[in-house]
């Protein structure tokens, strides 16, 4: 079943042929180089973008997969969650390409749209398993039930785990996103040079916060600098790194997961895959599936059509 899949939910505009769990092209164009200046994504830059970029990615991911829209049995897009304005524009342009050519139009979560992308390099990953999705947006922990369906185990109640890398890095005064230049200078690090508090909560539930353990580093950084002195990136980078690692061990290990699929952004992180790899049974995408693509999301909607779940022409995006 061949699909073309949409994704433009962030600051990536992607376009992707795929072929069940096969992937045939998936081309992706980032727009970090434009969000860098200002320290972060801005959500209307990002939508203009996005506008610019959807048709040649679209057209770029028929070539490289040799096909035509002739070929394609169904279209897929990200319509939730997201940047509102993003997901508008890759919505949007899928909607009027499966209309102009009379395909079924699949609408793909994208939360289950990463968990999806251990499904191309995993060929004999099948639910039941347990995800954990850690990205700039999400922490989230679930149990998948079959391809379709899932409940929540936990979640993060402020901070995405990815958004915790990037303050933490912006603080430091390290470029935009930040997350990979803080797995590169923990490298260099003592992780046990500086405590901070978990942020794995301790309430009964399976829930993340990082927003006390973001605060802890701030505070860290701006009493050593309030005093004229200075600090060691490297270590802070290293100790939060550990902190956050084994937060996720700590909670991992309570709800004694069999098999576990990770994915999203922050997997891509060397130390977390690393600490991960005690487990037998764990899953994790290549580096260059971790973050967002429109392969994983037209894996995702393989399993939805198979299912029976198509969108209709009044399909919306949700945040
Ligand atoms: O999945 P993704 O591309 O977009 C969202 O759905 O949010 O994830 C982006 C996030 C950013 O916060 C980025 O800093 C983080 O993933 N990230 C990393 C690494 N590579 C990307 N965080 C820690 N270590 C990395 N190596
Ligand atoms: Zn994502």
Request: net charge negative; hydrophobic share 40%; with cysteine.
């Amino acid at each position: 079943m061949l699909i073309l899949s949409i994704e433009s939910s962030c600051d990536e505009t992607s376009a992707a042929v795929t072929d069940c769990r096969t992937v045939r092209s998936n081309i992706i164009a980032s727009q970090t180089d434009i969000h860098r200046v200002y320290g972060g994504v801005v959500p209307e830059i990002a939508s203009r973008a996005h506008t610019e970029a959807i048709s040649r990615i679209t057209y770029e991911s028929l070539r490289e997969a040799d096909i035509t829209m002739n070929d394609i049995n169904a279209v897929a897009v990200t319509y939730t969650p997201g940047l509102i304005g993003a997901l508008l524009v890759g919505v949007n342009f899928a909607k009027a390409l499966a209309f102009a050519h009379s395909k079924p139009l699949v609408a793909v979560d994208h939360i289950l749209g990463h968990v999806a992308s251990n499904y191309i390099s995993h060929a004999g990953l099948e639910p039941p398993f347990t995800a954990f999705v850690v990205s700039g947006g999400h922490t989230s922990l679930i149990e998948m039930t079959s391809y379709t369906e899932y409940t929540v185990l936990g979640r993060t109640r402020d901070d995405a785990m990815g958004e915790a890398f990037d303050k933490v890095a912006r603080v430091m005064g390290l470029p935009y996103p930040g997350g990979v230049e803080m797995d590169r200078l923990a490298a260099l690090g003592d992780p046990y040079a500086i405590k901070f508090p978990s942020a794995a909560l301790n309430d009964g539930t399976n829930d993340f916060s990082f927003s006390g353990l973001k605060t802890a580093v701030i505070n860290y950084i701006h009493n050593i600098e309030q005093k004229g002195q200075t600090y060691s990136r490297e270590d802070v980078a290293a100790s939060f790194t550990k902190t956050v690692t084994d937060s996720i061990i700590k909670r991992l290990d309570g709800l004694c997961v069999e098999k576990l699929a990770v994915a999203g952004g922050v997997s891509a992180n060397s130390h977390i895959r690393k600490a991960l790899e005690r487990y037998e049974n764990v899953y994790m995408p290549p580096l260059n599936l971790c973050g967002d693509n429109a392969a994983m999301i037209g894996v995702q909607a393989y399993y939805n059509a198979k299912s029976g779940y198509f969108a209709q022409t009044n399909l919306n995006a949700v945040v």
